[in-house]
């Protein structure tokens, strides 16, 4: 091992600079002022730009759009719905479920709290195979009232989001 080492060492040493610094045909050295990372994105944002007008143009390619009526609008843009849900990995289908579940123990139930305006109730609904969505389903007080479901974004919980505790700014 030690001599190959010390072969190697040798070739590598042995080597004419000006072959290694000879830039390959129809190249030339990058040279940059300032900044390199400024430039890196100041391209990347000047090529996504270009891609994102091209995109708008292009499209009519893809999407074959019949406004006909609301039937054949869905059948005319589903393999454009089917092959996004291939690409964003959403590939099962929905579970059919006829009735939102009713989350509740024994110590507190499932209302989570309540307002003046809503009672909130802790709910789950089936999603694909032993996938549940969570939230809370914000009922009425008054009769014939509107139903909210209350499902927040990953960063909160649905009891900020419906005023229940505190840990949202009155503006979100």
């Known amino acids: 091992m030690r001599s190959f080492l010390l072969i190697l060492a040798t070739l590598l040493a042995s080597t004419p600079t000006n072959i290694i610094a000879q830039p390959l045909p129809n190249t030339k050295a990058l040279k940059l002022e300032g900044d390199i990372a400024s430039h890196l994105v100041d391209g990347v944002d000047r090529f996504l730009l270009k891609q994102l007008d091209h995109s708008i143009t292009a499209r009519s390619r893809y999407w074959n759009r019949d406004t006909s009526s609301a039937a054949a609008y869905s059948k005319s843009v589903a393999p454009n ?16 479920f006829n009735d939102l579940e009713v989350i509740g ?52 919980t649905p009891e900020m989001i419906s005023g229940l505790t505190p840990g949202l700014d009155v503006s979100q």
């Open 105 to 156: 123990g024994t110590s507190n139930g499932p209302v989570q709290g309540s307002s003046a305006t809503f009672e909130a109730i802790k709910i789950r609904w089936p999603v694909i195979r032993n996938i549940h969505g969570v939230g809370l389903m914000l009922k009425p007080m008054k009769p014939n009232g509107k139903y909210v479901i209350a499902v927040p974004d990953a960063d909160h």
């Open 81 to 96: 719905r089917a092959r996004l849900a291939e690409i964003t990995g959403v590939v099962d289908s929905r579970v059919a």
